[in-house]
């Protein structure tokens, strides 16, 4: 075991995960899609810390926003004060939401994000009753962990809300698998129907959704699934909310928004990660009728703050300009065809979109989860040179969310250690 590793252990929560156990590695220096640990070696990343790092390491656009902000001297006033670079995003992002005459409240996080509107959405409808999806992630805070349908990530039953679920789009276990895209769509309106009617008040605020669910592994239901959501949730008044914490920013190719694909347009979109490129900075975007809805005096005290919203509106100037959603597109195609092109019998299923892909990790021959397996095809990738993540109900997918600036060679590059890695633990599989 590193003396960091030790020194970390002895001073963090025994709560925090750290990958690679006494193997654990430490980032010293970054490049474009590369970064270097302090073992010497340089990986390929495919994870860009948790989805976060979303144009890469070291980009000159950002770096140099950012240095402007510093050589003011003025890193944070508090919104208490007028903020050029806040109202500047804040143009930005309503313009592209979709959403007319919005309203933008910056964060730090997207738990914090979540919270935010989970609280709009509370004052606006006056309830506390919150429906929201099974395998979701929406935050480590205590409403956002009371809406989170994952048991490894929902430390505690209490909760100010009131929640009630409804069936996840997974579509190799539970109440929808093996359905056709159709038959899920009218499985899922008939629950949300069936919960309206027999486990709720009547009065719920509102559905928060992932469009594509993140820490659960990149589990989706149809396009189009939210659309037949939000016409029964209008019948009631109900709003929808939709977590791009994950989604955002053209990461899934085919839109700039996952909710994009299902044909709406939510009343409150949650965002962070991607938007900061590893600076803090998420925030909500929505109809001004429910931003304004807080009836009391609210700021985040470092939420909206110059250096941040430097990088991000950095980062945004930088997805337009080189237009990484038609990239995410291109290149994640890539991945996703020549994963799907493999005839393993360890590798249950591979989904997603553009650069948001996941493979799920099974026992040969079956559905069973396998996160013995999926932890040997993520060693295997770090021992080739590349980074990926893992998540899932059951901790058997590997996660990936490479930059979106991510090239065509890296694509195959990374293919290439993805392949040997799951051929490799295949094997052993069928040996087994």
Not at 49 to 58: A, C, E, F, K
Not at 88 to 106: H, N
Not at 260 to 283: E, R, W
Not at 297 to 315: D, R
Request: a negative charge.
């Amino acid at each position: 075991m590193s003396d960091l590793l030790a020194r970390h252990q002895a001073v963090m929560p025994s709560w925090m995960p750290i990958y690679y156990g006494d193997d654990a590695l430490e980032i010293v220096a970054g490049k474009d899609r590369r970064v270097t640990g302090s073992d010497g070696r340089t990986y390929l990343d495919f994870f860009g810390g948790v989805l976060t790092n979303m144009i890469g390491y070291d980009v000159a656009e950002i770096n140099e926003a950012v240095q402007r902000q510093l050589a003011t001297g003025v890193v944070h006033t508090s919104t208490l004060y007028l903020i050029r670079q806040q109202v500047e995003l804040a143009e930005k992002i309503a313009r592209i939401s979709g959403i007319p005459d919005a309203r933008v409240f910056f964060t730090n996080s997207g738990s914090e994000a979540n919270e935010a509107a989970l609280l709009m959405a509370a004052n606006v409808r006056r309830s506390n009753q919150i429906l929201a999806i099974k395998n979701s992630y929406h935050g480590r805070t205590f409403a956002t962990m009371a809406v989170t349908g994952h048991r490894s990530w929902s430390s505690s039953s209490l909760s100010p809300l009131q929640v009630q679920w409804l069936a996840s789009g997974d579509r190799l276990r539970g109440r929808m698998a093996g359905l056709a895209d159709g038959d899920i769509l009218d499985a899922a309106v008939d629950d949300l129907r069936e919960v309206l009617a027999t486990v709720t008040a009547g009065d719920v605020a509102a559905l928060i959704a992932e469009p594509i669910q993140g820490v659960g592994g990149f589990v989706a239901g149809p396009d189009g699934v939210l659309k037949a959501y939000q016409k029964v949730l209008t019948e009631s008044g109900i709003l929808l909310i939709a977590d791009e914490v994950q989604t955002g920013w053209g990461r899934t190719g085919e839109h700039f928004w996952g909710y994009q694909a299902h044909g709406v347009t939510p009343d409150l979109i949650t965002f962070a990660k991607g938007i900061g490129n590893g600076f803090a900075l998420g925030g909500v975007v929505g109809r001004a009728e429910v931003m304004n809805a807080v009836p009391a005096i609210s700021f985040s005290t470092f939420g909206g703050n110059p250096l941040s919203m430097a990088a991000g509106s950095a980062v945004l100037d930088y997805v337009l300009d080189h237009d990484l959603q038609g990239n995410a597109a291109r290149v994640g195609a890539i991945l996703l065809d020549g994963l799907r092109a493999l005839d393993l019998s360890c590798v249950g299923e591979v989904r997603g979109k553009g650069l948001m892909i996941g493979i799920e990790i099974v026992r040969p021959g079956t559905t069973e989860p396998d996160p013995a397996a999926t932890v040997r095809v993520f060693d295997e990738c770090r021992a080739g040179g590349l980074l990926v993540g893992k998540g899932g109900l059951y901790g058997n997918v590997l996660r990936m969310g490479p930059p979106l600036t991510l090239t065509e060679a890296e694509a195959r590059e990374g293919l290439s250690i993805l392949t040997e890695a799951l051929s490799l633990v295949d094997s052993e599989a069928r040996i087994a």
